[in-house]
């Protein structure tokens, strides 16, 4: 089926579960990657690597926000040129956005390989635990020129409809990564570096194999002549600014919280939020990929002038999003020691105690989670970044921030609380955002 007919013409359910498995699926898979990012290095490499791969990991996220801006947000334009039959204005946006994304690789990689000492002594590491994080964020830095592309063909390739070649391609990079990192730790005895290295590995040769056909010109987006335009950077920037401003703001949230950590229980407070993280970090690409996966079916159809079809596919998105929430509440509930064993040795039972603690509280976070992240992606499809940046900005940071104020007597177990009272701080923003814009969504839908 080309994408003209799946994003037009599919009933909104079928192609909601045609575009948003496979979505969920390519996330799940990057997830399980991840996890065993996480896992390989807390086992092979000890507590220390692990602390301090929880302590750089921000700073990873951080390189790879500004591609992602890019490239989330020149794909919003782009369907909603398809959808107006403008195929060489898309692929001119096309075009320059990959530019703007190798460009942006280089400086930022350039400033964090000379910052990266800097930046982790000022977070209170010291000595081989800060020696670890350096030589795990440096090898992300070298490599961040080629390998923040990875996130913005996945973008193009559900644009040009090949929603299953982005699945295949998304487990094809978290097993060839998963594969190189096994082999660099556990074969060939190497440091924490080489546990970036295989994560870098695996990216450049999937960045190789999207961008194949892309340049053959086999697909429906195609290279040209870039022309680049203010107007075209400025609608490329307002269309990402929510998912970057959320990639920045939750860094900032999570260097903040591994300064306090630090403090309050060093390396093992550290490891216990990066393991929250970890499960964060599973969860969240499916809401992800479930929403973002039809993202190109949403911009095609705003483009034609569909506003009720728009908003029939984000109702998918509200309750598929709200199952998957509450599903994790009560999987993490259940299981909470198996969780924290993960990514510990035998010995470490004070930490697997701390964390069984701390996963807890942090279940919570799943029963109202939901329905920003839902609002959130619906009010960017709608073209409305600033609620969308806003609701973003606040789950983020604002909130965050907020409660870690409030929280302060409570000690660890406040900053363990923040987490699902930012998630309902978050729900009731959101609430208020729809409410305020359900007259103009609703003389849309007329």
């Known amino acids: 089926?080309?994408?003209?007919?799946?994003?037009?013409?599919?009933?909104?359910?079928?192609?909601?579960?045609?575009?948003?498995?496979?979505?969920?699926?390519?996330?799940?898979?990057?997830?399980?990657?991840q996890l065993v990012d996480g896992i390989f290095v807390g086992r092979f490499l000890g507590e220390t690597a692990f602390?301090?791969?929880?302590?750089?990991?921000?700073?990873?996220?951080?390189?790879?926000?500004?591609?992602d801006l890019i490239g989330v947000g020149s794909s919003v334009p782009i369907s909603i040129s398809l959808g107006k039959k403008k195929t060489e204005e898309a692929n001119n946006i096309f075009t320059c956005a990959c530019i703007m994304i190798v460009g942006a690789g280089a400086v930022v990689g350039a400033?964090?390989?000379?910052?990266?000492?800097?930046?982790?002594?000022?977070?209170?590491?010291?000595?081989?635990?800060?020696?670890?994080?350096?030589?795990?964020?440096?090898?992300?830095?070298?490599?961040?020129?080629?390998?923040?592309?990875v996130f913005a063909t996945d973008n193009y390739l559900r644009i040009c409809g090949k929603i299953n070649g982005s699945m295949a391609l998304n487990i094809f990079m978290s097993v060839l990564s998963a594969g190189a990192e096994f082999v660099f730790l556990y074969v060939f005895r190497w440091g924490i570096w080489a546990a970036a290295l295989g994560t870098c590995l695996g990216m450049f040769v999937s960045v190789l194999i999207a961008l194949a056909p892309f340049f053959m010109g086999k697909m429906q987006l195609r290279f040209c002549r870039p022309r680049f335009s203010v107007r075209m950077v400025r609608q490329i920037i307002a269309c990402g600014a929510p998912n970057f401003l959320n990639n920045i703001a939750g860094r900032i949230t999570s260097i903040l919280m591994n300064t306090v950590l630090v403090r309050l229980g060093g390396e093992t407070a550290v490891s216990v939020y990066g393991i929250l993280m970890y499960v964060d970090g599973f969860i969240q690409p499916l809401l992800y990929g479930m929403c973002d996966s039809l993202q190109p079916a949403v911009g095609y159809n705003?483009?034609?002038?569909?506003?009720?079809?728009?908003?029939?596919?984000?109702?998918?998105?509200?309750?598929?999003s709200a199952v998957v929430s509450l599903l994790s509440m009560v999987f993490i509930f259940l299981f909470p020691t198996q969780i924290a064993g993960l990514f510990t040795t035998n010995g470490s039972g004070e930490l697997?105690?701390?964390?069984?603690?701390?996963?807890?509280?942090?279940?919570?976070?799943?029963?109202?989670?939901?329905?920003?992240?839902?609002?959130?992606?619906?009010?960017?499809?709608?073209?409305?970044?600033?609620?969308?940046?806003?609701?973003?900005?606040?789950?983020?940071?604002?909130?965050?921030?907020?409660?870690?104020?409030?929280l302060w007597p409570l000690g660890l177990t406040g900053l363990w609380m923040n987490?699902?009272?930012?998630?309902?701080?978050?729900?009731?923003?959101?609430?208020?955002?729809?409410?305020?814009?359900?007259?103009?969504l609703m003389r849309q839908d007329a």
Not at 309 to 317: G, L, M, P, S, T
Not at 371 to 400: D, G, N, R
Request: net charge positive; hydrophobic share 60%.
């Open 111 to 149: 400033i964090l390989y000379i910052a990266a000492p800097g930046l982790i002594r000022l977070m209170g590491a010291e000595g081989d635990f800060a020696s670890l994080a350096v030589q795990y964020l440096r090898v992300y830095a070298i490599c961040s020129p080629v390998t923040t592309l």
């Open 419 to 440: 987490f699902g009272g930012t998630a309902l701080l978050a729900a009731i923003l959101a609430v208020i955002v729809l409410l305020r814009e359900r007259k103009d």
């Open 352 to 406: 697997i105690a701390i964390t069984v603690g701390a996963l807890n509280l942090f279940a919570f976070t799943y029963l109202t989670r939901w329905l920003s992240f839902a609002t959130q992606s619906y009010m960017l499809a709608v073209e409305k970044p600033i609620a969308a940046s806003i609701i973003s900005v606040c789950t983020a940071l604002v909130f965050p921030v907020l409660l870690i104020v409030v």
């Open 302 to 320: 705003l483009g034609a002038g569909k506003h009720s079809r728009v908003r029939a596919i984000e109702k998918c998105c509200y309750v598929a």
């Open 51 to 67: 602390a301090a791969l929880n302590l750089a990991m921000p700073f990873v996220i951080i390189n790879f926000a500004l591609a």
């Open 1 to 33: 089926m080309n994408s003209q007919t799946l994003f037009s013409k599919t009933p909104p359910l079928k192609l909601f579960f045609m575009a948003s498995l496979p979505g969920a699926v390519g996330m799940l898979a990057s997830a399980l990657y």
